[in-house]
């Protein structure tokens, strides 16, 4: 075995143990072995190498049969930090939270700015004061709403109302500029979709709903455990729907009585192109799932055909676990564990 290929095993088992300590917390290298089905002097080894660089430290020890306390080991909350980003739009105001994460995925800051409009020099100001009190911050992730090109680019085609300065700028090739940290940029609702699979990961086609309140609805989609992107980003864009056009959406969208029935159609032009197992409707109305499943009999009259459907309230959670979700894929070094990311 040459040396590239055995620093590249050892990389791979090094992330591993590092992700066996992220989900399961304190571990004595039995523990760890087990988790990680390598050997215990392997896992004995690469936990040295992580103690020596300080992304792993000692923890309290657990009481073993013989009377002696048998060593544990812990990820080092402080090692490094990820900067989540939230733009959203509610009534006439604009808002983005940052928040801070360290290397548990711990939440350990948030600031929230709300405005009628978002300009870079103010975007980039909040985030370097927010660097220097975390400067171990290794990757800065932002969820948008908006078309996003594969380059990070804020489309103009899809701009939301007070986001019109920033698609004047080249947001994640400044800030890697400006910054030098990694930075990924892209749609709120493609981010959304994959906080909520990575917390249902046993569900592999999924179609996820953002109907906000005063606004258009964004489509998102997760077919095999990958998130469907298309060339341009274009996917789930809902305002440029042919069969109901913005002028259609927004009327159903006045009354309660006509955001069901926006919803249900929705739903059956996802089941009739897509087929997921489960659909989410994110909406901070309150929805009665019997009303939904009621509106899509009258179109499907056959329920073993429906999917299941979930209704949540607050896109942010969803967008927040996905933004953690690909900042750690992105760092993530094995590269064959990157080939069947759910974001690429």
């Known amino acids: 075995m040459n040396k590239n290929t055995t620093q590249s095993l050892r990389k791979i088992n090094q992330e591993k ?18 988790y990680t089905s390598l050997s215990v002097g392997t896992c004995y080894n690469i936990l040295m190498d992580l103690l020596e660089t300080k992304e792993v430290i000692r923890g309290d020890g ?3 049969t013989g009377g002696r306390k048998a060593k544990s080991y812990k990820l080092n909350e ?64 932002l969820a948008i709403p908006g078309i996003v090109s594969k380059e990070g680019q804020l489309e103009k085609i899809s701009m939301v109302k007070g986001l019109e300065k920033i698609s004047q700028v080249h947001m994640k090739e400044k800030l890697e500029t400006l910054l030098h940290k990694k930075v990924i940029l892209d ?40 998130l469907l992107r298309g060339q341009h980003g274009l996917i789930g864009e809902a305002p440029y729907l042919p069969i109901l056009n913005q002028e259609q959406q927004y009327h159903y969208l006045e009354t309660h009585e006509g955001t ?44 073993n055909f429906f999917p299941s459907i979930n209704v949540y309230k607050d896109i942010n959670e969803f967008i927040f676990a996905g933004l953690i979700f690909i900042s750690r894929e992105i760092l993530n070094t094995n590269l064959v564990m990157k080939m069947q990311s759910v974001y690429k």
């Open 17 to 34: 143990i590092i992700k066996a300590l992220r989900d399961h917390g304190e571990s004595n290298k039995n523990q760890l072995s087990e």
């Open 62 to 64: 657990f009481a073993s």
């Open 78 to 141: 402080d090692f490094s930090y990820i900067l989540a980003v939230s733009m959203y739009r509610k009534f006439e105001e604009i808002y983005y939270i940052l928040r801070v994460y360290n290397h548990i995925d711990q939440q350990v800051y948030e600031y929230i700015s709300q405005k009628r409009v978002i300009n870079f020099e103010d975007l980039y100001n909040d985030i370097v004061q927010v660097n220097k009190q975390f400067p171990n911050i290794c990757i800065i992730s």
């Open 187 to 226: 749609n709120d609702v493609n981010i959304a979709t994959i906080g909520y699979y990575s917390l249902h990961t046993d569900i592999k086609n999924i179609a996820f709903i953002y109907q906000p309140l005063d606004e258009l609805a964004g489509f998102s989609f997760i077919v095999d455990g990958r």
């Open 260 to 303: 069901y029935e926006l919803l249900v159609k929705f739903i059956v032009l996802i089941m009739l192109m897509n087929d997921p197992q489960q659909i989410i409707i994110c909406c901070q109305e309150n929805i009665d799932i019997k009303q939904i499943y009621n509106g899509i009999f009258k179109y499907i009259p056959d329920k």
